[in-house]
């Protein structure tokens, strides 16, 4: 007689599908012009139970692969994955066009870059500051960092995630203040 065991460390694994409208913020502060399909606070339920903080999923959007994706928390349970140029041309969706959407919890971990360990380890007082970053913080520059197409763009985005640890700057204030600097220098 077979005997079958589920281990209590074992996440349970529950691939969830629905239909979403691919959708944009007009006016959202940070997210302003961000593409984004919704996920619904019921939905999100059957995917995580319980949880109400941003996690990592992965899945498809038609048959697109999503891995190393977030869902972000909007309040009330609702949650958005932000879908980017590079996603939207892939599955060959536009603004207002409904998607195929198949997602589960991603348990597996996220290895950082190490490249950019590297160089905020020659730089301390960037590397104490990345150190005090919380997981998800950490892998929001790791991730982006890695998700250069070119060695000249891995070497720029390195050299001002450093030197936004340095500044003491969590990613997203980091992403604008260089931002912000290259619009004036282009403007």
């Known amino acids: 007689m077979r005997q079958f065991f589920i281990s209590i460390f ?3 694994k529950t691939m ?5 409208v691919i959708q944009q913020f007009n006016r959202q502060g940070e997210k302003t012009g961000w593409t984004y399909i919704e996920i619904p606070a019921d939905v999100a339920q059957q995917i995580n139970p319980g949880v109400r903080v941003g996690y990592r999923i ?12 977030s869902l972000l928390p909007m309040g009330g349970g609702t949650f958005i994955l932000p879908i980017n140029a590079a996603i939207r041309k892939s ?5 207002g066009e409904m998607v195929l959407v198949q997602m589960e919890v991603d348990h597996s971990e996220v290895k950082l870059s190490t490249d950019l ?13 990345f150190q005090t970053l919380s997981k998800s913080h950490k892998n929001y520059f790791s991730k982006w ?3 250069a197409k070119t060695d000249a763009t891995k070497a720029k985005r390195i050299e001002q995630a ?14 604008r203040y260089f931002r912000d600097i290259n619009k004036k220098l282009l403007g």
């Open 10 to 12: 074992e996440k349970p």
């Open 16 to 20: 969830v599908s629905f239909e979403a």
């Open 58 to 69: 992965k899945g498809k959007l038609d048959s697109h692969l999503l891995n190393g994706s």
């Open 91 to 95: 599955i060959k969706k536009r603004l």
């Open 117 to 129: 360990l590297a160089c905020l380890e020659d730089a301390p007082d960037a590397y104490a500051y």
């Open 145 to 147: 960092v890695e998700d």
């Open 162 to 175: 450093v030197a936004g640890c340095e500044m003491r700057m969590e990613y997203g204030e980091m992403i």
